[in-house]
């Protein structure tokens, strides 16, 4: 494992995104479902990106997933631009949408496609906590 330090910013909240990071202080990591397609949503808006529907549902995810793709990060920018080298990765969660976030607590054997991991919050200063992945125990 490679030694990081990977910032927590603290997010920035809109009206469609309140009840998502509300739920990350409890340590769930919450979904949207469309009303009208059933499609699941990733990440927190007011209209489904299939249908253009308007009427979604808060559920409650597993955290749980595969990674799908990832990368080696050596430089970030801005709040990550210090933070060494870093995982980036695309997680697919069970429930089917895809998710850019970080994997933590990895040793090179867990960078693998098809790994299962499940979501480590990382708190921030207000209060709220990043979702990220770190490989399933
Ligand atoms: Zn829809």
Partial sequence: ????????????????????????????????RCTSC?????YPRMMCP?????????F???GKG????????????????KAGPFILAYVQLEEGPKVMTNIVDWTD????IGK???VAFTPTEDGTALPRFRPAK
């Fill in 116 to 118: 299962p991991v499940e």
């Fill in 60 to 62: 409650t995810g597993s």
């Fill in 38 to 42: 059933q499609s699941v949503i990733w």
């Fill in 1 to 32: 494992m490679t030694e990081t330090t990977l910032p927590n910013p603290v997010p920035p909240i809109t009206p469609d995104t309140t009840e998502f990071w509300e739920a990350t202080k409890r340590g769930e990591l919450l979904l949207q």
């Fill in 66 to 81: 595969e990674i799908y793709s990832w990368t080696k990060t050596r430089k970030g920018l801005g709040d990550y631009a």
């Fill in 50 to 58: 299939e249908c253009s529907g308007t009427s979604l549902e808060w």
């Fill in 109 to 112: 054997e867990d960078l693998v």
